[in-house]
């Protein structure tokens, strides 16, 4: 049971390239290094956060951002149950602390929240939640199993 899905960013890439084009057609005709200095970490961002990945083997469920930023990881043991749902667009993109838990979301208001066994909730973006839900319920399944055994 393997699990990996990227999801691109493609709210935030319709915002920022447009600011970012704009920005960099002012710094370069008025030659203003103020300008400059706002596009380039506005650049970083969107390199940064340019999709999520979420990842599931047999052992754990990874998730980060773009080029590999903000890692984050989950042993499958400590998972207690997960299902899809779906976000209020207040809750926004990036990572965020929303009334729901710990949200990682780059586009879409689509998510899996997953319920720990500690009795915390996170939610992960994705426009596959019924598959990340469907891959998460078989290792559940196979734990049991194992458990029977």
Known sequence: MHYQHTQPAKTLLWILL?????LAIYALTVSHLATAIVLVPLLILAWLFSSLTIEVDDKQLRWFFGPGFWKKSLP???LHSAGPVTNKWW???GIRLTPSGWL???S????VELHLKDGRKIRLGTD???TLVDVLQQHESR???KGKA
Request: charged share 5%; glycine share 12%; net charge negative.
């Open 18 to 22: 447009p600011v970012t084009g704009c």
């Open 76 to 78: 499958l043991e400590q």
């Open 91 to 93: 809750y926004g993109l």
């Open 104 to 106: 990682y979301n780059v």
């Open 108 to 111: 879409g208001l689509t998510a």
């Open 128 to 130: 596959q939640p019924h």
């Open 143 to 145: 734990a049991f199993n």
